[in-house]
């Protein structure tokens, strides 16, 4: 039938109208926003994605969406999230704009962020969390016929099948923490402050009256292990988490290798003289190419990603600058965390060992070693990726048995000519071993040099040359081919058959 003229034509939405609303979400449009961001001394949210992501590679999701309570306002309803290229790989971001409700999660903003993580399991991408918000908005949470939110549901079904890293720029509480604790690497400029309440909820629940500084500061949550990376800004938050991507993309051209003589001196002649593995890392690893994680948290053990030749490896390496090497409790759950995550993502594992062994004594037995340490044993003999171990210094005891051992059955089994041997301390195993010798000698000088004997036979017994002898390493090399034989080693291994599924999940500590 035709159109006489007669009737009312149904509202349409303008061009013009949709330029102007998604005009409306730029920090150009928003001065008052930008305003309060610089009084925090923070980046807005759009600069923080825009500084992560390739130029002109951000397609944004639910820019529009506002909050769903009437009367209530909010650019992209505090949240803003799409897909992107990070130096040219696909990802999906979502950022939370402290600008709006003090980025807090909404009844809306739940459902855009559901959206993104569906999109990321769907396609199997990587997932950057921008995360400065206090939590839940609670006038705005309960809406009818909404259920609750699949948002940390479907975020912790990415485990294991997708990097996933967080930015802390400011403050995270409550469902913000939360991400947090679930992302694979979480990084934190060093005046964020983050915790499971804010608060309100803080002083309602214990009566105190706190800031958000005071009850989550970064260097408590860096101890703590729940910080991966602490650097100074944004600008360095954003820079980390692009370098930690890069180690899940393909490999690189050769980087540049250290001079290797001078390996052949980091390892001291006293065997009692503590040196940092950080600098053993370094002198191994393509000239600039170490992330470290979790440095302040089980400093008994070095966690590293790094390159060699341009390929990913991951870094296990005991420090004997802390508790001379000994394994205790945070640097074993540490340790194997680390596991899970190489295995998960199949990137070959190398281990530096220079361990006494794990720790004893009755106060150590109230951390619940017992169980600390088997999970890392668990992690390491459940993984399937390429082992190669390097025995620095000390071998000693079941600390060795765990960091790369003969039974673990490492790709290539090498020792250093500093390398030591033993079932457990040389000093503790004579005195078992020559006990009825030693309590037959009255005098206690006379004990104490049969001691210092037998001690030496044993030391003498289990060099580095002595064990290779019995076949108990694969050879023992110069500190200066070490890098060699790595890589020599890693081009023997096959390429990793492509995988339709998750290979594994990856616990949150």
Same mark, same amino acid.
């Given at each position: 039938?035709?159109?006489?003229?007669?009737?009312?034509?149904?509202?349409?939405?303008?061009?013009?109208e949709?330029?102007?609303?998604?005009?409306?979400?730029?920090?150009?449009a @928003?001065?008052?926003?930008?305003?309060?961001? @610089?009084?925090?001394?923070?980046w807005?949210?759009? +600069?923080?994605?825009?500084?992560?992501?390739?130029? !002109?590679?951000?397609?944004?999701?639910?820019? #529009?969406? &506002?909050?769903?309570?009437?009367g209530?306002?909010?650019?992209?309803?505090?949240?803003?999230?799409?897909?992107?290229?990070?130096?040219?790989?696909?990802?999906?971001?979502?950022?939370?704009d402290?600008?709006?409700?003090?980025?807090?999660?909404?009844?809306?903003?739940?459902?855009?962020?559901?959206?993104?993580?569906?999109?990321?399991?769907?396609?199997? #991408?990587?997932?950057?969390?921008?995360?400065? !918000?206090?939590?839940?908005?609670?006038?705005?949470?309960?809406?009818?016929?909404?259920?609750?939110?699949?948002?940390?549901?479907v975020?912790?079904?990415l485990?294991?099948?997708?990097?996933? $890293?967080?930015?802390?720029?400011?403050?995270?509480?409550?469902?913000?923490?939360?991400?947090?604790?679930?992302?694979?690497?979480?990084?934190?400029?060093?005046?964020?402050t983050?915790?499971?309440?804010?608060?309100?909820?803080?002083?309602?629940?214990?009566?105190?009256?706190?800031?958000?500084e005071?009850?989550?500061?970064?260097?408590?949550?860096?101890?703590?292990?729940?910080?991966?990376?602490?650097?100074?800004?944004?600008? +360095?938050?954003?820079?980390a988490?692009?370098?930690?991507?890069? %180690?899940?993309?393909?490999?690189?051209?050769?980087?540049e290798?250290?001079?290797?003589?001078?390996?052949?001196s980091?390892?001291?002649?006293?065997?009692?003289?503590?040196?940092? $593995?950080?600098?053993?890392?370094q002198?191994?690893?393509?000239?600039?190419?170490?992330?470290?994680?979790?440095?302040?948290?089980?400093?008994?053990?070095?966690?590293?990603?790094?390159?060699?030749?341009?390929?990913t490896?991951?870094?296990?390496?005991?420090?004997?600058?802390? #508790?001379?090497?000994?394994?205790?409790?945070?640097?074993?759950?540490?340790?194997?965390r680390?596991?899970?995550?190489?295995?998960a993502?199949d990137?070959?594992?190398?281990?530096?060992?220079?361990?006494?062994?794990?720790? $004893?004594?009755?106060?150590?037995?109230?951390?619940? #070693?017992?169980r600390?340490?088997?999970?890392?044993?668990?992690?390491?003999?459940?993984?399937?990726?390429?082992?190669?171990?390097?025995?620095?210094?000390?071998?000693? /005891?079941?600390?060795?048995?765990?960091? /790369?051992?003969?039974?673990?059955?490492?790709?290539?089994?090498?020792?250093?000519?500093?390398?030591?041997?033993?079932?457990?301390?040389?000093?503790?195993?004579?005195?078992?071993? %020559?006990?009825?010798?030693?309590?037959?000698?009255?005098?206690? !000088?006379?004990?104490?040099?049969?001691?210092?004997q037998?001690?030496?036979?044993?030391?003498d017994?289990?060099?580095?040359?002595? $064990?290779?002898?019995?076949?108990?390493?694969?050879?023992?090399?110069?500190?200066?081919?070490?890098?060699?034989?790595?890589?020599?080693?890693?081009?023997?291994?096959p390429?990793?058959?492509?995988?339709?599924?998750?290979? &594994?999940?990856?616990?949150?500590?």
């Amino acid at each position: 039938m035709a159109d006489d003229g007669s009737s009312t034509p149904k509202p349409r939405v303008t061009l013009e109208e949709v330029t102007a609303a998604h005009q409306a979400l730029q920090d150009a449009a @928003r001065p008052d926003a930008v305003a309060r961001q @610089r009084k925090r001394k923070r980046w807005t949210v759009r +600069e923080g994605v825009a500084a992560l992501t390739d130029a !002109g590679s951000f397609v944004e999701y639910g820019g #529009l969406a &506002r909050p769903a309570i009437a009367g209530m306002h909010g650019a992209a309803d505090g949240l803003v999230m799409g897909t992107a290229q990070i130096e040219g790989r696909a990802v999906d971001i979502v950022a939370y704009d402290y600008t709006v409700y003090a980025g807090t999660q909404s009844a809306n903003n739940h459902t855009k962020i559901s959206r993104m993580f569906g999109h990321a399991l769907q396609h199997r #991408l990587p997932v950057v969390c921008w995360l400065d !918000g206090g939590g839940a908005r609670p006038h705005d949470m309960k809406v009818e016929g909404r259920g609750s939110s699949l948002t940390f549901v479907v975020f912790a079904r990415l485990s294991g099948l997708v990097p996933t $890293v967080g930015i802390l720029p400011g403050r995270a509480f409550a469902g913000h923490a939360n991400l947090a604790g679930m992302c694979d690497a979480l990084i934190a400029t060093r005046d964020s402050t983050m915790g499971m309440a804010g608060p309100p909820l803080v002083e309602a629940a214990l009566s105190l009256k706190l800031t958000p500084e005071q009850i989550g500061p970064a260097e408590v949550h860096f101890a703590s292990g729940a910080i991966d990376i602490l650097v100074e800004d944004e600008a +360095e938050a954003v820079a980390a988490a692009k370098r930690y991507l890069a %180690y899940f993309g393909p490999p690189l051209p050769p980087g540049e290798a250290p001079d290797q003589t001078r390996l052949r001196s980091m390892v001291p002649d006293n065997p009692r003289r503590a040196y940092d $593995v950080r600098r053993v890392i370094q002198g191994l690893a393509d000239v600039g190419s170490v992330q470290e994680l979790r440095a302040g948290f089980g400093r008994a053990m070095v966690t590293a990603l790094a390159r060699l030749g341009g390929h990913t490896v991951g870094v296990i390496a005991n420090q004997p600058m802390f #508790l001379a090497g000994a394994m205790d409790g945070p640097a074993c759950e540490k340790a194997a965390r680390f596991v899970q995550i190489c295995d998960a993502f199949d990137i070959p594992l190398l281990i530096l060992c220079d361990t006494p062994g794990l720790m $004893v004594g009755p106060e150590i037995e109230k951390t619940g #070693l017992v169980r600390r340490s088997a999970r890392l044993l668990a992690a390491m003999a459940n993984a399937t990726i390429p082992i190669m171990s390097v025995v620095l210094r000390k071998a000693y /005891g079941l600390g060795y048995y765990i960091m /790369g051992s003969r039974p673990l059955e490492p790709s290539i089994l090498l020792a250093w000519p500093t390398a030591e041997f033993g079932g457990m301390g040389l000093d503790g195993a004579a005195a078992i071993i %020559y006990r009825k010798e030693l309590e037959g000698i009255e005098d206690p !000088g006379a004990r104490a040099a049969v001691h210092r004997q037998r001690t030496d036979e044993l030391k003498d017994y289990n060099t580095a040359l002595e $064990v290779a002898g019995r076949f108990g390493y694969d050879d023992v090399i110069d500190p200066a081919d070490t890098r060699r034989i790595l890589l020599n080693t890693l081009a023997t291994l096959p390429p990793v058959p492509p995988r339709a599924g998750r290979k &594994r999940t990856i616990e949150p500590y």
